[in-house]
């Protein structure tokens, strides 16, 4: 198994940037793919970002391509989600997840994701 423990977010007014941190331990970043997902009060678990497990292929939603870049430091077992132009519409509760059993690529199917940290939230103000 794999834990994941997000970091990172905060509150912050329209147009600011902030960085998510994920740390992966008890298991080799390298062994899975990994996203990120959100969850905005009353709707449900959308996806967000993915990235697969050397870091070459990433897929975005269409609601963040262009504002949000995911990466990872599979050296430092962790995930990143940087957030420029942030939007009230981004405000929710973020997950990062990670996948293996599906294989190591990227994905956007929460399905798919086999751990997950337990949300970090993001607050964007008007």
């Known amino acids: 198994q794999v834990q994941l423990v997000e970091s990172g977010g905060g509150s912050v007014q329209a147009g600011g940037s902030l960085r998510l941190s994920c740390a992966a331990s008890?298991?080799?970043?390298?062994?899975?793919?990994a996203g990120w997902f959100r969850r905005a009060p009353g709707k449900e678990r959308e996806f967000v970002a993915s990235?697969?497990?050397?870091?070459?292929?990433?897929l975005y939603a269409d609601s963040v391509k262009g504002r949000f870049t995911i990466s990872r430091d599979n050296a430092k077992n962790t995930l990143f989600l940087q957030m420029n132009s942030l939007k009230p519409e981004d405000t929710a509760v973020y997950y990062c997840?990670?996948?293996?059993?599906?294989?190591?690529?990227?994905?956007?199917?929460?399905?798919?994701?086999?751990?997950w940290g337990q949300g970090t939230q993001v607050t964007v103000s008007s």
């Open positions: 997840a990670a996948k293996w059993r599906a294989g190591r690529g990227y994905s956007s199917s929460v399905n798919e994701y086999d751990a």
């Open positions: 990235i697969d497990w050397i870091g070459l292929r990433t």
């Open positions: 008890a298991r080799p970043l390298t062994t899975y793919g």
